[in-house]
């Protein structure tokens, strides 16, 4: 089976902090994304990315940037912290169009930012 | 874009068959609609998709009319485990790639 990791399950930051969240699939998939959910606001794409060193923002990139160095590896990062993006992270990968697109997800990361 | 709409939510009674509908009326020839559903503190699960044919597997079965502007989402027999969020999603064409874009969903009650 597929599996998509992201390195926290629960993660409490102080406002201004730079964060990192990981996120790691092991399929050799070369879509991966980032989505913040929030009640009442649902799943809401940040950024993604369909190859090494390519990124495209999202609908909500603001606040964020994306690092993808390596295929399987997708690292989302808050330059500065703030209560605003206090949230739940979730990483997704997919392969290529044509080759089954569906998305795998990852458990999600609860970030606090105090 | 093609959008998608959902009821807020639904309720089934256990092991009776849950129908869960979307609209989807500016959908375009090359977009295929996907299920997806969200257990409680979990990342959504993928669970069918189509194009202009029905489809089934062991999860659910999908309805897609023919002029493609609605779909369906069939569970045969709904159990307490089925409780979640379902979502309805249409693949959006971005340079490089497809983006998913999730709406609001459907919130299903399965009920003993």
């Known amino acids: 089976d597929v599996k998509v990791t992201q390195s926290s399950r629960y993660l409490v930051k102080r406002t201004g902090e730079k964060v990192f969240l990981e996120c790691v699939q092991d399929?050799?998939?070369?879509?991966m994304f980032w989505y913040r959910q929030d009640p009442g606001l649902g799943l809401r794409l940040i950024y993604f990315s369909y190859d090494v060193k390519m990124k495209e923002k999202g609908d909500i990139p603001e606040g964020y940037s994306v690092s993808r160095e390596k295929k399987e590896r997708f690292s989302l990062i808050l330059e500065s912290a703030s209560t605003n993006q206090t949230s739940m992270y979730l990483c997704?990968?997919?392969?290529?169009?044509?080759?089954?697109?569906?998305?795998?997800f990852g458990s999600g990361t609860q970030l606090s930012v105090l | 874009d093609a959008k998608t709409t959902q009821p807020p939510s639904m309720d089934c009674a256990e092991g009776r068959a849950a129908n869960l509908p979307c609209n989807h009326s500016?959908?375009?020839?090359?977009?295929?609609v996907y299920w997806y559903r969200q257990i409680h503190s979990q990342g959504p699960q993928y669970i069918i998709h189509g194009l202009k044919n029905n489809e089934t597997n062991e999860m659910a079965s999908l309805i897609i009319t023919e002029d493609r502007k609605s779909s369906t989402l069939i569970l045969p027999h709904a159990t307490l485990r089925d409780t979640a969020v379902y979502y309805c999603?249409?693949?959006?064409?971005?340079?490089?790639?497809?983006?998913?874009?999730f709406g609001a969903g459907t919130r299903l009650f399965v009920k003993a």
């Open positions: 997704a990968s997919s392969l290529l169009p044509g080759q089954g697109e569906k998305l795998f």
């Open positions: 399929m050799d998939h070369e879509n």
């Open positions: 999603i249409v693949r959006v064409r971005n340079t490089g790639g497809f983006k998913t874009i």
């Open positions: 500016t959908i375009s020839g090359n977009e295929y």
